[in-house]
């Protein structure tokens, strides 16, 4: 069993930058992929990024590009997502996902564990 808990999450102009932090527990870390989410109102949870077990992967929605940066840190647990050059579109809730495998994936449906997620709000 993985625990995932989201943090950095917040309200920021249109422009601004936020980073997202992911700590995780539990079960050995260092062989899951691990992806961010989102989900905003009404929409079904999408893929915004992933990243293999050893870092050495990265995948980003075309939304994405170029903005975000996912990384990872496993000698402190953390997965992490910097936003940059935020935009309205990018509001919704951010849920941090594991799964039980190295390689990445970037449907729901390819994680196992799961956070409880955090609000990224961005205003024009």
């Known amino acids: 069993q993985v625990q995932l808990v989201e943090s950095g999450g917040g309200a920021v102009q249109a422009g601004g930058s936020l980073r997202l932090s992911c700590a995780a527990s539990?079960?050995?870390?260092?062989?899951?992929?691990m992806g961010w989410f989102r989900q905003a109102p009404g929409n079904e949870r999408e893929f915004v990024a992933a990243?293999?077990?050893?870092?050495?992967?990265?995948r980003y929605a075309d939304s994405v590009k170029g903005r975000f940066t996912i990384s990872r840190d496993n000698a402190k647990i953390m997965v992490y997502l910097r936003m940059n050059s935020l935009k309205p579109e990018d509001t919704g809730v951010y849920y941090c996902?594991?799964?039980?495998?190295?390689?990445?994936?970037?449907?729901?449906?390819?994680?196992?564990?799961w956070g409880q997620g955090t609000q990224v709000t961005v205003f024009s």
């Open positions: 996902a594991a799964r039980n495998g190295g390689v990445t994936a970037t449907t729901p449906p390819g994680y196992d564990y």
């Open positions: 539990g079960r050995t870390f260092s062989g899951n992929a």
């Open positions: 990243i293999s077990w050893s870092g050495g992967t990265t």
